[in-house]
């Protein structure tokens, strides 16, 4: 072959290889794929529609605002359907897609049925709204953005004790999240038993197989109380309130969290006004950054926040924390663990190195139809 053509073929060839390498560098960055997984139908379905809400928008503002270091979130949904055997398919669904992390499950009994797939395949679970006391002080995947019921349960005593109105307390609690019920259910008696209170009367029940709750309820007030308590979803805490509110129309109402979300003053409307509950939420704060949340919440969702959705939005800040310092499967727990404290959309979020958290608590009530701090 004459020189000129072989300078030719040689200099053609540099520029395709040049040419290929500056389109390579114009691909984008791979994304980063995460899992989120919940109840998003059935009874238990407020919580995890929020949590799913309030995650979807912190990554969406991250992804906004560049990614991970150039790399988009890509965010993995599935439902849990509040079903342990749901539960377990759905995880090793989201692991075998190569998922960096997990946030989720918002039931303690969801994260009990799947924990043991976590800890099998190294993939962090991080959950904003499990609660229940037995994760406490496990090194183990799971880390949470929710403190233990103990902490809530020994607020909600010191206040009734300090009162001294409540001294006999009768409590209903769903087994459908024994995990979590359970927890509250035990840890309240310890705290109110030791502040001179007792539980008179326990009534669990299984939600959706409830036969008749103006019976269920009728029964258990025939003996007289001071005060109901109400451990369930939104939907059985308003009908549980509403069958109260028919045997007593002053009876005071206590409740745990987990039910106290937006659907229950939708559901149990003037049944559930004065209820009192503690919270990890402030949703009426009007501070900056709660109130922009707030803000971005409800235009893209048309719904107010609730518990829920503030917890797995600052999940969704903590994790993309923790991938811009490590995005592995192998490393980002430990990175989030590193991280130590985050400040979060109401205060510090101080994580030990099990992945149980602190944080602040507020106690609750309903007043015209409407979340209130208890001053």
């Given at each position: 072959m004459?020189?000129?053509a072989m300078r030719?073929?040689?200099?053609?060839?540099?520029l395709?290889?040049?040419?290929?390498?500056?389109?390579?560098g114009?691909?984008?960055?791979?994304?980063?794929p995460?899992?989120?997984?919940?109840?998003?139908?059935g009874?238990?379905?407020d919580?995890?529609i929020s949590a799913?809400?309030?995650?979807q928008?912190?990554?969406a503002?991250i992804?906004?605002?560049?990614?991970i270091?150039?790399?988009p979130?890509e965010?993995?949904?599935?439902?849990?359907?509040?079903?342990?055997?749901?539960a377990r398919r759905?995880v090793?669904?989201?692991?075998?897609k190569?998922?960096?992390?997990?946030?989720g499950?918002?039931t303690?009994?969801?994260a009990e049925?799947?924990?043991?797939?976590a800890?099998?395949?190294?993939?962090?679970?991080?959950s904003p709204?499990?609660?229940?006391s037995?994760?406490?002080?496990?090194?183990?995947?799971l880390v949470?953005l929710?403190?233990f019921t103990?902490?809530?349960?020994?607020?909600?005593?010191?206040?009734?004790?300090k009162?001294?109105?409540?001294?006999?307390?009768?409590?209903?609690?769903?087994?459908?999240n024994?995990?979590y019920s359970?927890?509250?259910?035990?840890?309240?008696?310890?705290?109110f038993?030791?502040r001179?209170?007792?539980?008179?009367?326990?009534?669990?029940?299984?939600?959706?197989?409830?036969?008749?709750?103006?019976?269920l309820v009728a029964?258990?007030?025939a003996?007289?109380?001071?005060a109901?308590?109400v451990?369930?979803?939104s939907?059985?805490?308003?009908?549980?309130?509403q069958?109260v509110r028919k045997?007593?129309?002053?009876?005071?109402i206590l409740g745990?969290?987990?039910?106290?979300?937006?659907?229950?003053?939708?559901?149990g409307g003037?049944?559930v006004?004065g209820?009192?509950y503690?919270?990890?939420v402030n949703v009426?704060?009007?501070?900056p950054a709660f109130?922009?949340?707030?803000?971005a919440?409800?235009?893209?969702?048309n719904?107010p926040?609730d518990?829920?959705a503030?917890?797995?939005y600052e999940?969704?800040?903590?994790?993309?924390?923790?991938?811009?310092?490590?995005?592995?499967?192998?490393g980002?727990?430990?990175?989030l663990?590193?991280i130590?404290t985050?400040?979060?959309?109401?205060g510090?979020i101080?994580?030990?190195?099990f992945?149980?958290?602190?944080?602040?608590?507020?106690?609750?009530?309903?007043?015209?139809?409407?979340a209130s701090?208890?001053?």
């Amino acid at each position: 072959m004459p020189e000129v053509a072989m300078r030719t073929v040689s200099a053609a060839a540099r520029l395709g290889v040049l040419s290929s390498l500056l389109l390579g560098g114009c691909r984008p960055s791979p994304p980063i794929p995460v899992g989120f997984v919940a109840g998003l139908t059935g009874r238990h379905y407020d919580l995890g529609i929020s949590a799913r809400n309030g995650l979807q928008l912190a990554v969406a503002e991250i992804n906004a605002a560049g990614g991970i270091r150039g790399r988009p979130i890509e965010l993995l949904v599935r439902d849990d359907e509040q079903d342990p055997d749901s539960a377990r398919r759905a995880v090793e669904e989201l692991i075998g897609k190569g998922v960096v992390a997990i946030v989720g499950h918002v039931t303690s009994a969801m994260a009990e049925a799947t924990l043991p797939i976590a800890n099998r395949t190294g993939v962090l679970m991080l959950s904003p709204t499990v609660t229940a006391s037995a994760f406490r002080g496990k090194d183990d995947q799971l880390v949470l953005l929710n403190p233990f019921t103990t902490d809530a349960t020994r607020l909600l005593a010191d206040h009734l004790a300090k009162a001294g109105e409540i001294r006999r307390v009768t409590v209903f609690y769903d087994l459908s999240n024994r995990s979590y019920s359970q927890a509250w259910h035990d840890d309240f008696r310890e705290h109110f038993q030791a502040r001179g209170g007792r539980i008179i009367r326990s009534v669990p029940f299984t939600s959706g197989a409830v036969r008749s709750y103006s019976t269920l309820v009728a029964e258990a007030l025939a003996e007289p109380t001071d005060a109901v308590m109400v451990i369930a979803n939104s939907l059985d805490s308003a009908t549980l309130c509403q069958q109260v509110r028919k045997v007593s129309a002053t009876m005071p109402i206590l409740g745990a969290e987990w039910g106290f979300t937006n659907d229950l003053v939708a559901h149990g409307g003037a049944s559930v006004e004065g209820a009192l509950y503690v919270q990890k939420v402030n949703v009426e704060d009007e501070s900056p950054a709660f109130a922009k949340f707030k803000k971005a919440y409800a235009e893209r969702y048309n719904r107010p926040v609730d518990f829920a959705a503030a917890l797995a939005y600052e999940a969704g800040l903590v994790l993309a924390e923790a991938l811009r310092r490590d995005p592995t499967r192998a490393g980002v727990r430990m990175a989030l663990l590193d991280i130590g404290t985050f400040h979060g959309l109401q205060g510090d979020i101080a994580f030990d190195r099990f992945g149980d958290v602190t944080r602040r608590h507020f106690l609750m009530t309903v007043r015209g139809g409407r979340a209130s701090v208890v001053e």
